[in-house]
């Protein structure tokens, strides 16, 4: 077996083994079952999660966005980098080739990601009430990430580092079910109860005013 | 007994906690514990953009204080119990079992740094209810009987005593028989009056036992408003007390006794609407969490004195003058009401027709800071000190304002905003929507 296959295999085993995990994950969050609401709602839920995954998504909505727009910014770059580092992997796995322009959208998200997830990296590090609401875990998976992002640039200039792409994203699949990367799958659900919660109270959307 | 004594006595309670109270607290921490909790227990990535976002931080800078960590704290217990990372490696996730250390953080940060006013949760930007999670938090605690001594004391009394302030029966309806000839003189009218236990009435209305305590004019003040509007209402000579400290020591017991009083006193004077007085704790209690903690819905409607007055200016059930108030006025946001509680706009509605001078302060609404009073604060006076610091992001937006006069539909928060306006100097009167919407009022209209 050729290395290159082997690392494709060890990438798919990862990715099957971290969704089996996410999912046993979800399934043992929803074994805590949900407690019955019974006071009547005064707004509706359904647009307060509208809110929550549209409007409330806008950086003056949140005051944590507003005053913090540098890492606001920095965050949605990271991620945007990390979608476009998963999509650049999943298209080597299944061997399809890119054409010029898509590669060279997939390294500039890739650099950017990775320049953004740096500078997180660094506050984290630099200011200490960062360092006091940080533990290990936090740290390692901004590296794992960032890892990724590295390779998959260079990967994107010489074929051979897409093998170290696909190793290091074995380690990051084998991680994530972990580690604080598992928010991925509970920042919907969160997003969703934030917006059932305020939605039904009538707190937001913000009602309208009477004047 | 001295309060450093009492300090140390409730240390030595927690440096004494027993195996089986450990496993107490424990198995009550993973019995409250639903889905959407362990969804955002699972969700923090410690970014940190929540940290301003709160008084005690913002006020002192102590990192104990940092929404986050505070998450932290509940979330490392919980990593330490339901995750696999937690439980083979707890250094890296920050994982914590909850031994006498975590109970002393929990305290010190939990009921000492935190007055569950839910601006962070609001703020975070992954939308997790911090404050919830905080008071699960405080659950557990209460569950082993370590509620900060007190707070217990003013949730016993209103166990014990039927209100918070442990008032007699007949100071009670002494103070309202006092009232109803202040009403008569106030209106010009003998035949107006305070009903008591009238029954199949519109309107039950509940109280802040502070009122006929300390402030028994801003009863007199709603007493008005109802007579002007010629309402269909009642006090109740047994139980009339808004307030639930439950909410705030965490004990969902003591909850759900003192709410169940308010809803049986409904059922028995055969009311429509349970009204909440000005208290803004009261109204979140009262209106979102007590049927949770009885586990049925109500059948009538819980509403705030709030919404039953701007419906009589919309009805035309009483006429306002806002030449009568001439002073330039800001309205501070109780977050138990207004964040919390959805009650946002009504109170602007009736200020700007009662006042000549109105003006927000910045930030407002469901963006307005605490002003320190709630999580049961008050109450807590062995943390009085944060409270007062706390409280500086209040004082600096009301200084801002010009405003001469402050006006808070809560009492709790009109405690606080009292020892503000002390300590920073801030000159300003404290009242209520009912006693400016009083002073406005026309009568025979």
């Known amino acids: 077996m050729s290395l290159a296959l082997l690392l494709r295999l060890g990438v798919v085993l990862s990715a099957i083994y971290c969704l089996i995990a996410l999912t046993i994950l979800i399934a043992r969050t929803f074994s805590f079952g949900k407690q019955p609401t019974y006071a009547k709602a005064q707004g509706s839920a359904a647009k307060g999660i509208v809110y929550a995954f549209g409007q409330g998504m806008l950086p003056w909505e949140k005051e944590s966005a507003s005053k913090h727009l540098p890492t606001f910014f920095a965050g949605i770059l990271y991620h945007a980098g990390i979608f476009a580092a998963i999509f650049f992997l999943i298209t080597t796995l299944l061997l399809i080739g890119l054409p010029d322009a898509a590669i060279r959208t997939v390294r500039l998200l890739a650099v950017v990601g990775l320049l953004s997830g740096t500078g997180l990296l660094v506050k984290r590090s630099a200011l200490p009430y960062m360092r006091f609401i940080s533990c290990l875990d936090d740290y390692i998976a901004n590296i794992l990430v960032g890892l990724l992002l590295l390779v998959t640039i260079l990967a994107t200039y010489y074929y051979v580092l897409q093998f170290a792409m696909m190793a290091v994203a074995i380690v990051l699949l084998l991680y994530i079910p972990l580690g604080k990367i598992r928010h991925c799958v509970f920042f919907f659900y969160s997003r969703i109860l934030f917006g059932t919660f305020f939605g039904r109270r009538g707190t937001l959307p913000h009602p309208s005013t009477e004047d | ?445």
């Open chain 2, 1 to 445: 007994m001295s309060e450093d004594t009492r300090k140390d006595s409730y240390e030595e309670r927690i440096s004494g906690l027993t195996s089986a109270e450990f496993a107490k607290a424990l198995q009550t921490f993973c019995d409250k514990i639903d889905i959407g909790d362990a969804a955002q227990l699972n969700s923090c990535v410690h970014c940190g953009l929540c940290a301003d976002t709160c008084h005690y931080y913002l006020a002192g800078g102590e990192s104990e204080a940092l929404p986050a960590y505070k998450l932290n704290l509940v979330s490392a217990v919980f990593k330490n119990q339901h995750t696999r990372l937690g439980r083979i490696a707890p250094a890296l996730t920050g994982a914590q079992a909850l031994d006498a250390d975590m109970i002393s953080r929990w305290v010190d940060s939990l009921y000492g740094r935190c007055s569950l006013c839910g601006r962070c949760a609001l703020n975070c930007t992954l939308g997790i209810n911090i404050s919830r999670l905080i008071r699960l938090a405080r659950t557990t605690l209460a569950s082993v009987g370590l509620v900060p001594p007190e707070l217990q004391s003013t949730v016993s009394t209103a166990v014990d005593k039927g209100n918070n302030m442990g008032i007699p029966r007949q100071e009670w309806l002494d103070t309202l028989q006092w009232l109803d000839e202040e009403l008569q003189q106030e209106v010009s009218d003998p035949a107006a009056h305070l009903p008591i236990d009238q029954s199949d009435i519109r309107l039950f209305y509940t109280v802040n036992p502070r009122e006929p305590k300390f402030f028994p004019l801003s009863l007199l003040a709603t007493a008005k408003i109802f007579y002007a509007a010629g309402e269909s209402w009642t006090f109740s000579s047994d139980y009339y007390d808004v307030t639930n400290y439950g909410l705030f020591s965490g004990d969902d017991q003591a909850s759900g006794v003192i709410s169940a009083r308010l809803r049986d006193s409904m059922h028995k004077l055969h009311a429509n609407t349970l009204v909440l007085g000005e208290c803004g704790h009261g109204y979140n209690a009262n209106r979102w969490e007590a049927p949770e903690w009885l586990a049925g819905a109500y059948g009538f409607e819980v509403k705030s004195i709030l919404e039953i007055i701007a419906d009589y200016i919309r009805q035309g059930r009483i006429k306002l003058d806002p030449s009568r108030n001439q002073k330039r006025v800001t309205l501070h946001d109780p977050c138990n009401l207004v964040r919390l509680g959805g009650i946002i706009e009504q109170q602007r509605f009736i200020l700007k027709r009662a006042v000549s001078d109105f003006v927000e302060m910045y930030p407002n609404r469901e963006q307005n800071f605490c002003c320190g009073g709630g999580g049961g604060q008050l109450s807590m006076t062995r943390f009085a000190k944060r409270r007062i610091e706390s409280g500086r992001i209040k004082a600096d937006q009301i200084r801002a304002t010009g405003a001469k006069i402050v006006v808070a539909p809560c009492h709790n928060c009109i405690d606080q905003l009292s020892e503000l306006n002390k300590e920073y100097k801030l000159g300003v009167e404290i009242k209520t929507v009912s006693e400016i919407v009083a002073d406005a009022i026309i009568i025979g209209h």
